[in-house]
C-alpha cells in the first residue's frame, strides 16, 4: 500500500509540475529488458526516467526525452542491453574482503602452489604472527588429497597457521595452531563436528564444521575496525563491478558495524540485507533486529541464518544414506531434533523469518520437519522460511517445500565444480534428484539465486550459465539436463525470486514506474546469445538507486 501511495504522489507530482521536469536523470538508447511480466515482451522500451532513486517512467527515447527538464543528467546507454540489477541471494561479503586480505588459496591447483603461496605470506610476516587464509579445493588437485598439518608445517615453521577450504566446512591447522588450541590425540570431537586422526592417534590437522574450527580460530588475534571495514570495501567493488545491486549477507557483526560506517559517510554501494545468527538467544536476535532502521532499503537485517550440516565436498553434508564413497559416513549433522524444532518455534514466534544451509537430504529433512511444526503452531503466516544451497533433495520432499512455502535459495554456480564428483559421492539414483531447479518451480516453489560468494565469484554469469545448460565451463560434461531452466526463468531467480525472498518483490527485481532504479548494463544480450557466451558477458554500468556505482573503463 506504502509503494502504491507513493507511486500515486509521484504522478499527481509529475502532472502537476510538468513544466518544471525536476527528474534526476534519464537513460535513453538502450534495450531493456524489464523483468517480471513484461521479460517476454518482443518489443522493449528503450529509455528509463528516476528521480528521487525510482523509476518513474519507463517507455521510449522520444518519450522520456520530453520528461527531462534543463537540469537532468541524460545518459546515453550506447545501444546495450540493460535489466534489472542482480540480487544475490546468498552471500559472505566480509569473508570475500578478507580473503583478499589474508593468503587466497582460490584456484590452486596442487598442494605444491598451495604451499608457495603461504610460504610468500610468511616471508612478510612478524615473529610468531598467525598465518591464516582460505580457498584451498583438494577436489581439484592430484589425487584428491586432503592436505595435513605437516604439509603446512614445512612452509609456516613457528607460525601458527590455519587455512579454510573454499567451502567453509573444513580448515587445515599446523602444529603450532594445534598446540595454541590444546588439540591433541586426546581431544573429543565437539559435537557436530570433527577433529581428523591419524592412524596412531594424533590430529591430522583437519578440523570438520564449525565447533572443530573454533577451537582453533578463536585463538586468532581478532581483525580490528580498519580491517572489517576494509574487507567489506573489497567485497563492495567486487560486487559493483559484476553487476550485483543487492546482496544478501552472511557476515560478523562487526562487518555489519563496518557498513553502517559506510553506508553514514554516503559510500555505500549496495543494498544489503544482512542476516543474524540463528544460534543466539532470542532477546539478543531481537536487539540486534532492533539496532537499525528495517524499512532502509539500503541496509538492514533480515533472516536467522543457521547450520543443519556442511558440504558435499567435505562429506559432512548430512545424508539419510551413507556416501556412496564413504560407507562408514552419512555426514554431520548440527542439530538433534528436538532442539532444532524448540529453537525454530521460538524464533518463529517472534516473528523471524529463519533460512537453514541444507545441503543433504538428512539436512533438508531436519529443516522441514522444524518448520513444519512451526507453522502447525500456528505462528505468523508469511515467515517465507528458506533453506540454501538445497543440493541433494529426494523427490518427495520438494511437494513439502510446497506446502509449507518454502523458498529454494540455491547456487548453480556450484555444480561447475561438484559435478566433477558429486555422482561420486552420492551415486546415480540420488543424483537424478539433484540440484532439482526445475522440479522447483514446476512444484510451485520460489526459487532465488545466489553465489556463496567467496566460494564461487561473485559475478551471475556463470550461475546464469550452469541454470541453462547443466553443462561444465568446457562444455564438454553435462549433469542431469533434465533439470535446466531457461534464460528467463534463471534472470528471474536472480531477481524476483531473491527480492520476494528477502520480502523486497514490491521494490525491487524489476524496472517499472514505482521500483527502485537499481539496473546493470551488459556488453549482449543474454537472452538472444548461445549459452556458451553468457560466461564472456562484461558489466559495462552499474546503477543503484539511479546512481552509477561501477562503470568499466
Given at each position: 500500500?506504502?509503494?502504491?501511495?507513493?507511486?500515486?504522489?509521484?504522478?499527481?507530482?509529475?502532472?502537476?509540475?510538468?513544466?518544471?521536469?525536476?527528474?534526476?536523470?534519464?537513460?535513453?538508447?538502450?534495450?531493456?529488458?524489464?523483468?517480471?511480466?513484461?521479460?517476454?515482451?518482443?518489443?522493449?522500451?528503450?529509455?528509463?526516467?528516476?528521480?528521487?532513486?525510482?523509476?518513474?517512467?519507463?517507455?521510449?527515447?522520444?518519450?522520456?526525452?520530453?520528461?527531462?527538464?534543463?537540469?537532468?543528467?541524460?545518459?546515453?546507454?550506447?545501444?546495450?542491453?540493460?535489466?534489472?540489477?542482480?540480487?544475490?541471494?546468498?552471500?559472505?561479503?566480509?569473508?570475500?574482503?578478507?580473503?583478499?586480505?589474508?593468503?587466497?588459496?582460490?584456484?590452486?591447483?596442487?598442494?605444491?602452489?598451495?604451499?608457495?603461496?603461504?610460504?610468500?605470506?610468511?616471508?612478510?610476516?612478524?615473529?610468531?604472527?598467525?598465518?591464516?587464509?582460505?580457498?584451498?579445493?583438494?577436489?581439484?588437485?592430484?589425487?584428491?588429497?586432503?592436505?595435513?598439518?605437516?604439509?603446512?608445517?614445512?612452509?609456516?615453521?613457528?607460525?601458527?597457521?590455519?587455512?579454510?577450504?573454499?567451502?567453509?566446512?573444513?580448515?587445515?591447522?599446523?602444529?603450532?595452531?594445534?598446540?595454541?588450541?590444546?588439540?591433541?590425540?586426546?581431544?573429543?570431537?565437539?559435537?557436530?563436528?570433527?577433529?581428523?586422526?591419524?592412524?596412531?592417534?594424533?590430529?591430522?590437522?583437519?578440523?570438520?564444521?564449525?565447533?572443530?574450527?573454533?577451537?582453533?580460530?578463536?585463538?586468532?588475534?581478532?581483525?580490528?575496525?580498519?580491517?572489517?571495514?576494509?574487507?567489506?570495501?573489497?567485497?563492495?567493488?567486487?560486487?559493483?563491478?559484476?553487476?550485483?545491486?543487492?546482496?544478501?549477507?552472511?557476515?560478523?557483526?562487526?562487518?555489519?558495524?563496518?557498513?553502517?560506517?559506510?553506508?553514514?559517510?554516503?559510500?555505500?554501494?549496495?543494498?544489503?540485507?544482512?542476516?543474524?545468527?540463528f544460534g543466539q538467544s532470542v532477546e539478543n536476535l531481537k536487539k540486534m533486529r532492533d539496532h537499525h532502521p528495517h524499512g532502509d532499503h539500503m541496509l538492514h537485517s533480515t533472516m536467522l541464518k543457521g547450520y543443519m550440516d556442511g558440504?558435499?565436498?567435505?562429506?559432512?553434508?548430512?545424508?539419510?544414506?551413507?556416501?556412496?564413497?564413504d560407507p562408514k559416513n552419512s555426514g554431520l549433522p548440527r542439530f538433534s531434533q528436538e532442539q532444532l524444532n524448540q529453537m525454530v518455534r521460538e524464533r518463529a514466534a517472534e516473528g523471524f523469518q529463519i533460512g537453514f544451509h541444507a545441503?543433504?537430504?538428512?539436512?533438508?529433512?531436519?529443516?522441514?520437519?522444524?518448520?513444519?511444526?512451526?507453522?502447525?503452531?500456528?505462528?505468523?503466516?508469511?515467515?517465507?522460511?528458506?533453506?540454501?544451497?538445497?543440493?541433494?533433495?529426494?523427490?518427495?520432499?520438494?511437494?513439502?517445500?510446497?506446502?509449507?512455502?518454502?523458498?529454494?535459495?540455491?547456487?548453480?554456480?556450484?555444480?561447475?565444480?561438484?559435478?566433477?564428483?558429486?555422482?561420486?559421492?552420492?551415486?546415480?539414483?540420488?543424483?537424478?534428484?539433484?540440484?532439482?531447479?526445475?522440479?522447483?518451480?514446476?512444484?510451485?516453489?520460489?526459487?532465488?539465486?545466489?553465489?556463496?560468494?567467496?566460494?564461487?565469484?561473485?559475478?551471475?554469469?556463470?550461475?546464469?550459465?550452469?541454470?541453462?545448460?547443466?553443462?561444465?565451463?568446457?562444455?564438454?560434461?553435462?549433469?542431469?539436463?533434465?533439470?535446466?531452466?531457461?534464460?528467463?526463468?534463471?534472470?528471474?531467480?536472480?531477481?524476483?525470486?531473491?527480492?520476494?525472498?528477502?520480502?523486497?518483490?514490491?521494490?525491487?527485481?524489476?524496472?517499472?514506474?514505482?521500483?527502485?532504479?537499481?539496473?546493470?548494463?551488459?556488453?549482449?544480450?543474454?537472452?538472444?546469445?548461445?549459452?556458451?557466451?553468457?560466461?564472456?558477458?562484461?558489466?559495462?554500468?552499474?546503477?543503484?538507486?539511479?546512481?552509477?556505482?561501477?562503470?568499466?573503463?
Amino acid at each position: 500500500m506504502r509503494r502504491v501511495l507513493w507511486l500515486i504522489f509521484m504522478l499527481i507530482s509529475i502532472a502537476n509540475a510538468d513544466d518544471k521536469k525536476t527528474n534526476d536523470s534519464i537513460f535513453v538508447n538502450g534495450k531493456i529488458y524489464a523483468g517480471g511480466a513484461n521479460a517476454g515482451s518482443a518489443s522493449r522500451p528503450t529509455a528509463i526516467a528516476v528521480r528521487d532513486g525510482r523509476v518513474i517512467s519507463i517507455g521510449s527515447d522520444a518519450e522520456i526525452r520530453k520528461m527531462a527538464g534543463p537540469s537532468a543528467s541524460v545518459i546515453d546507454l550506447h545501444g546495450q542491453f540493460v535489466m534489472p540489477g542482480f540480487n544475490d541471494a546468498h552471500a559472505h561479503l566480509a569473508t570475500g574482503g578478507f580473503e583478499k586480505m589474508n593468503v587466497n588459496l582460490i584456484g590452486s591447483t596442487s598442494l605444491a602452489e598451495m604451499q608457495s603461496r603461504i610460504a610468500e605470506r610468511v616471508k612478510k610476516a612478524a615473529p610468531g604472527e598467525w598465518i591464516v587464509g582460505r580457498g584451498w579445493d583438494h577436489t581439484k588437485w592430484p589425487g584428491r588429497t586432503l592436505p595435513t598439518r605437516q604439509d603446512i608445517d614445512k612452509v609456516t615453521g613457528d607460525h601458527p597457521a590455519m587455512f579454510g577450504r573454499v567451502d567453509g566446512h573444513i580448515a587445515v591447522a599446523n602444529s603450532a595452531a594445534l598446540r595454541s588450541a590444546g588439540i591433541t590425540k586426546q581431544t573429543a570431537s565437539p559435537s557436530g563436528a570433527a577433529i581428523d586422526h591419524d592412524s596412531s592417534g594424533e590430529p591430522t590437522g583437519i578440523l570438520r564444521e564449525d565447533a572443530a574450527m573454533a577451537l582453533v580460530r578463536d585463538k586468532v588475534p581478532p581483525a580490528s575496525p580498519a580491517q572489517h571495514r576494509k574487507a567489506m570495501e573489497l567485497a563492495l567493488e567486487d560486487a559493483a563491478r559484476s553487476g550485483i545491486t543487492s546482496a544478501q549477507d552472511n557476515s560478523d557483526w562487526e562487518d555489519y558495524l563496518a557498513l553502517e560506517q559506510i553506508q553514514r559517510e554516503g559510500k555505500l554501494t549496495l543494498r544489503v540485507s544482512e542476516w543474524l545468527p540463528f544460534g543466539q538467544s532470542v532477546e539478543n536476535l531481537k536487539k540486534m533486529r532492533d539496532h537499525h532502521p528495517h524499512g532502509d532499503h539500503m541496509l538492514h537485517s533480515t533472516m536467522l541464518k543457521g547450520y543443519m550440516d556442511g558440504s558435499l565436498g567435505s562429506r559432512t553434508a548430512a545424508l539419510l544414506a551413507p556416501y556412496s564413497d564413504d560407507p562408514k559416513n552419512s555426514g554431520l549433522p548440527r542439530f538433534s531434533q528436538e532442539q532444532l524444532n524448540q529453537m525454530v518455534r521460538e524464533r518463529a514466534a517472534e516473528g523471524f523469518q529463519i533460512g537453514f544451509h541444507a545441503i543433504g537430504d538428512r539436512g533438508v529433512e531436519m529443516a522441514l520437519d522444524a518448520f513444519e511444526q512451526a507453522v502447525s503452531s500456528k505462528q505468523p503466516n508469511d515467515l517465507r522460511f528458506r533453506i540454501e544451497h538445497d543440493q541433494v533433495v529426494q523427490p518427495d520432499q520438494v511437494p513439502r517445500y510446497k506446502k509449507l512455502g518454502v523458498i529454494a535459495s540455491v547456487q548453480p554456480n556450484h555444480l561447475l565444480t561438484d559435478m566433477n564428483w558429486a555422482e561420486e559421492r552420492i551415486g546415480k539414483e540420488r543424483a537424478k534428484s539433484s540440484y532439482p531447479w526445475a522440479s522447483f518451480l514446476n512444484g510451485g516453489v520460489p526459487l532465488a539465486f545466489g553465489t556463496d560468494y567467496p566460494v564461487e565469484p561473485i559475478a551471475p554469469f556463470r550461475g546464469l550459465y550452469a541454470a541453462v545448460t547443466r553443462k561444465n565451463e568446457a562444455g564438454t560434461g553435462e549433469y542431469y539436463p533434465e533439470q535446466k531452466l531457461s534464460i528467463e526463468q534463471a534472470i528471474a531467480a536472480y531477481t524476483t525470486g531473491s527480492a520476494y525472498a528477502e520480502f523486497a518483490e514490491k521494490e525491487k527485481g524489476t524496472l517499472a514506474p514505482g521500483m527502485l532504479a537499481d539496473f546493470v548494463v551488459l556488453d549482449r544480450d543474454i537472452t538472444a546469445i548461445p549459452a556458451h557466451e553468457i560466461l564472456k558477458t562484461e558489466v559495462l554500468r552499474t546503477v543503484v538507486g539511479g546512481k552509477t556505482v561501477y562503470e568499466a573503463k
